[in-house]
T-cell receptor, first 113, second 109 residues
Framework: NAGVTQTPKFQVLKTGQSMTLQCAQDMNHEYMSWYRQDPGMGLRLIHYSVGAGITDQGEVPNGYNVSRSTTEDFPLRLLSAAPSQTSVYFC????????????FGPGTRLTVT | GQQVMQIPQYQHVQEGEDFTTYCNSSTTLSNIQWYKQRPGGHPVFLIQLVKSGEVKKQKRLTFQFGEAKKNSSLHITATQTTDVGTYFCAPFPRNKLTFGTGTQLKVEL
């Protein structure tokens, strides 16, 4: 199993550009989520999904869109990048049942200039 | 939203010393998870606590869930350089796993 994979690993965008961060898991997990991590802020939940076709907002959803058309994939779209979106983005997945252990991907480091 | 504070924010210890990080919530938690993140890495699941007063051990790590389920702690006995990283507590109410601010541990030889 590859686990949770994320692409790209690094990305530099200009303000106003759009892009999609890819996340895929091969563990047949129902639950998937996106976090951003900023220095001193811990990890903050952006969006999550409890299954294909179902998504919901987390703590900091503004400026991001998600969709879940398959169990395996959960892409995160930045509609119009802003410098405030410079961060490290982590995707995670879990079975959704106890003990809800989250498996994290390696992260994408995004810089918006 | 869920308010979870972790203290201390940073901790430097000499190798062999003990280390404790505390997680405090303003509301009662149904459960809480702990994660470790090595520098430059991603969070890795350590454990989940569910029951009031629960204590779980993993080798040198001891995890506790308070009787009122509003606080939790992670204690490391005789730290080693491999313990370096940031430790996060993470409550998991209603499908939204939220993380505390974390405690960054540095271990010096």
């Amino acid at each position: 199993n590859a686990g949770v994979t994320q692409t790209p690993k690094f990305q530099v965008l200009k303000t106003g550009q759009s892009m999609t961060l890819q996340c895929a898991q091969d563990m047949n997990h129902e639950y998937m989520s996106w976090y951003r991590q900023d220095p001193g802020m811990g990890l903050r939940l952006i969006h999550y999904s409890v299954g294909a076709g179902i998504t919901d907002q987390g703590e900091v959803p503004n400026g991001y869109n998600v969709s879940r058309s398959t169990t395996e994939d959960f892409p995160l779209r930045l509609l119009s990048a802003a410098p405030s979106q410079t961060s490290v983005y982590f995707c995670a997945s879990s079975y959704g049942g106890t003990p809800y252990e989250q498996y994290f991907g390696p992260g994408t480091r995004l810089t918006v200039t | 939203g869920q308010q979870v504070m972790q203290i201390p924010q940073y901790q430097h210890v000499q190798e062999g010393e003990d280390f404790t990080t505390y997680c405090n919530s303003s509301t009662t938690l149904s459960n809480i998870q702990w994660y470790k993140q090595r520098p430059g890495g991603h969070p890795v699941f350590l454990i989940q606590l569910v029951k009031s007063g629960e204590v779980k051990k993993q080798k040198r790590l001891t995890f506790q869930f308070g009787e009122a389920k509003k606080n939790s702690s992670l204690h490391i006995t005789a730290t080693q350089t491999t313990d370096v990283g940031t430790y996060f507590c993470a409550p998991f109410p209603r499908n939204k796993l939220t993380f505390g601010t974390g405690t960054q541990l540095k271990v010096e030889l």
